[in-house]
């Protein structure tokens, strides 16, 4: 199909671009930006006036539930939600069940993502077996099979030989382990931020240590095996300031933050809310803003929407019973426009979308993140001006769980492209 964007108000981070250009679609590429080019006829002509051309969205980290938790969503509703929320390609986290360390579930995953025909889907693999943290997968063949890095989602490592062993490995053949710091034991079985008000609520507490003993155990060993580690959902002050650090030392390192977390802090679990309860936990006003910071200065890379959706049976429970996590890809885009918009001018529409577009692409090594002739047409129209009430109504994904309900947010999306086809409109 040959698509012709017009009139819209073109914002693409990698080429630093925001102007008001045409784009034209062909074959699933882009083959023009402002001026039509020769011979081409559009199959169908898209008015934006009013409207962001954005390149789609890059998620770092949305769970799909698939294989094995269909009873709290399915590939179909996700990958649903990814198209209402602009997401157009997205990484989701091993820790399945079956858990994907093994190529033919990888593969059958890619597989059945691919017959939906929205999202781009790219699988971590599992680093250790089952996530067991003792024997290493098959990394070789995890990566033949579509895995973009590998990672022990929610598990750590307690066996630190095991941990250098698994960077040694990934070293050796260049591949980015992702890991989301946190020491074995400190603060396990906590469930809200180390604090006055955890001690007040009388909740288990997290503490920050937990995430900077695991850092600097971190460090030392990418210092001695050379491996490239993406950090997954820092969540510190602290832990912020010793990646700062790592990264002016050179280390090859890069990071992300949940959406949640720029927004939220401890005090948002209010009266034992379990919408609030998150892995990791929210926490303080200070931490908060150093991420805040963080994002504007550069140390952390990209926001994800850390999507994990719940069902009713394992949310709707006493706060220190109910699971962890919430809905986030249809929330993605709004909360990082929120982010914008709360800064007073601090942050342009341009910076706030690169941790969403281009940002995460780099990290995540994707041919995807930008809107460039020759490459893949992948592309969200939204209304930045237009509000909408998040409500369980609102909500596509099967779960319909988050700490945002009832907030009225900016930004709406019109339209969503993949590789050129158009997999969602509200145009009409």
């Known amino acids: 199909m040959k698509i012709h964007i017009k009139n819209g108000r073109l914002i693409d981070p990698a080429s630093s671009t925001d102007a008001q250009l045409d784009v034209f679609i062909a074959a699933g590429k882009i083959v023009g930006i402002g001026a039509q080019p020769a011979h081409f006829i559009a199959n169908k002509t ?76 790219y699988p971590l693999g599992a680093l250790t077996l089952g996530l067991k943290g003792h024997a290493l997968t098959e990394m070789v063949a995890l990566t033949e099979a579509g895995c973009v890095g590998f990672s022990q989602a929610e598990e750590p490592i307690a066996d630190t030989n095991v941990l250098q062993r698994a960077l040694e490995y990934a070293s050796t053949f260049g591949y980015t382990v ?6 074995a034991f400190i603060g396990k079985g906590g469930v809200a931020h180390s604090g006055p008000l955890a001690t007040r609520l009388g909740l288990s507490g997290v503490p920050v240590m937990t995430e900077t003993i695991a850092l600097h155990t971190l460090f ?35 990071c992300d933050v949940g959406v949640h977390h720029i927004h939220l802090t401890d005090a948002d679990i209010g009266f034992f809310d379990s919408n609030a309860r998150l892995t990791p936990p929210l926490r303080s006003q200070r931490d908060r803003d150093a991420i805040q910071a963080g994002l504007l200065d550069g140390t952390i890379d990209a926001i994800c929407s850390d999507h994990t959706p719940v069902d009713d049976d394992e949310k709707l429970l006493p706060f220190a019973e109910a699971s ?29 979308l690169a941790r969403v577009s281009c940002e995460p692409a780099r990290v995540a090594n994707l041919p995807c993140g930008q809107i460039a002739i020759g490459h893949v047409a992948d592309i969200c129209l939204f209304d930045p001006v237009a509000r909408w009430k998040v409500a369980t109504g609102a909500i596509v994904s099967q779960g319909k769980h988050t700490p945002f309900l009832g907030y009225e947010l900016p930004g709406v999306v019109k339209a969503t492209i993949v590789a050129g086809h158009l997999a969602f409109e509200t145009l009409h």
């Open 46 to 121: 898209i008015d934006a006036t009013g409207l962001v051309v954005a390149p789609g969205l890059v998620d770092l980290s949305a769970r799909l539930r698939e294989p094995g938790f269909e009873y709290k969503a399915t590939l179909e509703s996700e990958l649903q939600a990814a198209m209402r929320g602009g997401v157009t390609s997205l990484v989701c986290p091993p820790d399945t069940d079956p858990v994907l360390d093994e190529a033919g579930l990888v593969e059958m995953l890619r597989q059945r993502a691919r017959l939906q025909n929205k999202a781009h889907v």
């Open 178 to 183: 992702w890991l989301r710091p946190q020491d």
């Open 220 to 254: 030392e060993l990418m210092r001695a095996t050379g491996a490239r580690v993406h950090v997954c959902r820092i969540s510190s002050a602290a832990g912020i300031s010793l990646i700062r650090q790592a990264k002016q030392e050179g280390l090859p390192i890069s």
């Open 324 to 352: 962890p996590g919430a809905t986030g890809l249809e929330l993605l885009l709004s909360l990082v426009l929120k982010w914008a918009e709360d800064s007073r001018s601090a942050v342009s529409l341009l910076q706030a």
